[in-house]
């Protein structure tokens, strides 16, 4: 059906659908898909920092998508909720254009390091997304009750 290049993509496309699919039900349950949006922006900071200094990318990308968390739910705690996200996902993106700019890495290939290229996935990101698209809908069968009466 597909060309041996296509297999392990099409598999980790198929895992992370099931398992953003999974995410998305609780997200559109509490309104929550602006933050959503702004959270994975808020690890390009991370991905930029991380070709700056030489650190590994997932460390960098995890690093700030934890940080973007925090700053989204730290201001959340006011009334403006749609404006501080948007205040974040404005800073967070200026901050990786910075970042970026300064180490003058992925400067051609700017749109891949934002939205990922899915052709060069192999088989080290077939196992990571075979455990994401496992424990991502474990856990969420596991938190069902209290995720839905929290929203």
Sequence with gaps: MFEPFMR?????VTLVALA???VG??????????????????AFPGAAFAALTGVSAYA????FAVLGALILAGLHRGARQDAATA???????????????????YGNHVEGL????????????????LGMGAGVPLL?????RPLTLSA
């Design 60 to 63: 960098g990308l995890a690093g």
């Design 20 to 22: 953003a699919g999974m």
């Design 87 to 105: 205040l974040v996902l404005g800073a967070m993106m200026a901050l990786g254009a910075l970042l970026l700019s300064l180490s003058g890495a």
């Design 25 to 42: 039900y609780f997200v559109a349950l509490r309104g929550a898909g602006f933050a959503a949006h702004a959270l994975p922006m808020a």
């Design 114 to 129: 934002l939205f990922g290229q899915v052709f060069a996935v192999g088989r080290r990101e077939l196992w990571a997304a």
């Design 140 to 144: 969420l069968l596991a938190l069902a």
């Design 8 to 12: 392990e993509p099409w598999a980790v």
